[in-house]
């Protein structure tokens, strides 16, 4: 299977702690984003990547949250100093073009 | 006011219904709209992808846009219960932004 891969697919952390999420988007792939999904709610835009430029980033990601594609292949997202407003399902998506994004299965973060 | 609104149900139909989910907008700049399932713990999927108004037909799924109300649906013909989801519209203004605006969702279960 060559999809988008998140890895880890769950986290537990306790608040204050920092976490790093990754996404693999399939290959040559050139756009990659980020969104946060909470329970019965859609997808919120976090963050946009072409190739290693990040273009395009939410007031949802406050000083607290980074996110990187230093090659332009895999991404982080890191969270800093957890709070537990910060639980949610945070997906990642890649794209050849912009106009199918491609989403990965995410990863559900629970801040204790 | 939210740019995208979508009753988020729950909907629940007999197998073979024909099945009317719908989305209003305010952002009158939305050029693309999209339509997303999202099975139990799993990303969303890309369903059907219209620029602009008018109709798009793919097997059993046909998507509808009128921009000059701001609404868009989608049908779903001969409902099966392989079709139970909750499902997402989706918007975009485009002119070099890549954020999707998602409504809420609508649940929807087929039953057998």
């Known amino acids: 299977d060559t999809g988008v891969s998140q890895d880890p697919r769950h986290k537990i952390t306790k608040r204050g702690q920092n976490v790093t999420f990754r996404c693999d988007p399939i290959s040559e792939h050139n756009r990659l984003y980020w969104y946060r999904q909470t329970l019965g709610q859609g997808p919120e835009f976090l963050t946009y990547f072409q190739n290693e430029a990040q273009l395009e980033k939410s007031r949802l990601l406050s000083d607290r949250f980074s996110a990187e594609r230093p090659k332009g292949s895999f991404s982080t997202l890191e969270i800093q100093r957890t709070e537990q407003g910060d639980s949610a399902m945070y997906l990642c998506?890649?794209?050849?073009?912009?106009?199918?994004?491609?989403f990965g299965s995410g990863t559900q973060l629970s801040v204790l | 006011q939210k740019e995208v609104e979508q009753d988020p149900g729950p909907l629940s139909v007999p197998e073979g219904a024909i099945v009317s989910l719908n989305c209003t907008y305010s952002n009158s700049a939305f050029q693309y709209f999209m339509w997303y399932r999202q099975y139990s713990r799993k990303g969303p999927e890309l369903l059907m992808y219209?620029?602009?108004?008018g109709n798009k037909e793919d097997g059993r799924f046909t998507a509808q846009v009128d921009k000059s109300s701001k609404y868009i649906s989608l049908f779903i013909r001969d409902s099966q219960p392989s079709d139970s989801a909750t499902y997402l519209c989706a918007m975009s203004q485009g002119g070099g932004s890549e954020k999707l605006v998602f409504g809420k969702g609508t649940k929807l279960t087929v039953n057998p």
């Open positions: 219209t620029y602009s108004s």
């Open positions: 998506a890649s794209s050849p073009t912009g106009a199918k994004l491609f």
